[in-house]
């Protein structure tokens, strides 16, 4: 009988572990025709189209490794920010990179000429402990900077828009493209800073509107008619002093503020929501613009800084990221308080 009665625990295990077999073999083509049903309905949606079967087959293979990393993340610990697939979501980070950053750092760190001024700020105490531009009516609606590096146009651009409503109180959407065109000390999509193009626009008398000049994500011959239309105009920008969350502080309470920040991580090219602590370094390569701070709720809310980007409002909320403000090294999360600046008026 106890002979009998093991060979039929033997047996029920091997039926069992027949059983598991198969069930795992079916599930995995499940999967992957749920992946691939995925991929199809996010190219219709974002109007990706390939060249071939073989270009095809090769992004969705990114597309599904991307997919597990962000669903990995997503439910593992809760962190406070999450990710999400969007318009990114076929490209690798290398190439994300490469394609949808531009901004370009200096090779050594000397003294321009908006630093070798005093900071405006730095007496300025009567700090809100929370503000948004945007409630104030001094940031224009996020742009699309598309497959070209001009991050750096787009955040001057922000913060001209902002000190111009502050002081003319007119929000006048200006163009992005006037600068990726006629901006010689930058070079357009593949890249420039946001110091340079202040000095251009003070050479330049200022910018013209984007109606007048719309943003083509490629750059063109400089329509020199259109550029001497300038709606609006700036005298000049200072530095932040480097490496300080509050002299930042200090500035974004006045007006939105030019960052360069390291966004070419693979949590920053799927950020979705919420308040950004990822792992980051200083090596930046991207410009947004800082339009407010702010902290979140409850006893032990984080603070946080709000950044205007210009990857469109399929990314990050609507547009926009909340990023740790106040972390424990100098230069800020990803570097944020390194090389911010604004322009004056």
Request: hydrophobic fraction near 35%; include cysteine.
């Amino acid at each position: 009988m106890a002979k009998q009665n093991q060979f039929s625990f033997l047996t029920s295990a091997a039926l069992l572990v027949i059983i598991v077999s198969v069930s795992e073999t079916l599930c995995r083509p499940l999967e992957e025709e749920q992946l691939l049903k995925q991929h199809e309905e996010w190219m219709a949606i974002h109007g990706r189209v390939y060249k071939d079967a073989v270009e095809k087959a090769k992004r969705y293979e990114i597309f599904k490794e991307n997919i597990k990393r962000i669903n990995a993340f997503n439910n593992g610990k809760d962190v406070g920010y999450k990710m999400a697939v969007n318009k990114f979501a076929d490209l690798t980070n290398e190439e994300f990179r490469a394609s949808y950053t531009g901004y370009k750092r200096r090779p050594t760190r000397v003294l321009s000429s908006g630093e070798k001024k005093p900071f405006k700020y730095a007496n300025f105490t009567a700090i809100p402990a929370a503000l948004d531009w945007r409630t104030k009516k001094a940031v224009t609606p996020v742009k699309d900077q598309g497959n070209c590096g001009s991050c750096w146009a787009f955040s001057a651009v922000a913060a001209m828009e902002g000190i111009t409503m502050i002081k003319k109180r007119k929000l006048v959407p200006l163009s992005v493209q006037e600068l990726v065109d006629c901006d010689d000390n930058d070079d357009g999509c593949i890249g420039g800073l946001m110091d340079s193009a202040f000095e251009f626009i003070v050479s330049n008398g200022g910018l013209t509107t984007e109606a007048n000049y719309p943003y083509q994500e490629n750059k063109g011959t400089c329509n020199t008619a259109k550029a001497a239309n300038p709606a609006a105009s700036i005298t000049g920008y200072k530095d932040v002093p480097a490496n300080n969350e509050k002299a930042l502080l200090q500035a974004v309470a006045n007006q939105p503020v030019s960052v360069a920040i390291e966004g070419g991580g693979f949590d920053f090219q799927f950020y979705s929501t919420g308040v950004f602590t990822g792992s980051c370094g200083t090596d930046i390569d991207h410009a947004v613009t800082a339009v407010g701070y702010g902290k979140t709720s409850g006893s032990g809310g984080t603070k946080y800084w709000l950044m205007k980007n210009s990857w469109g409002t399929g990314w990050g909320e609507k547009g926009y990221m909340r990023i740790q403000k106040d972390v424990s090294s100098k230069a800020g999360l990803c570097g944020l308080a390194t090389e911010a600046s604004y322009p004056t008026a």
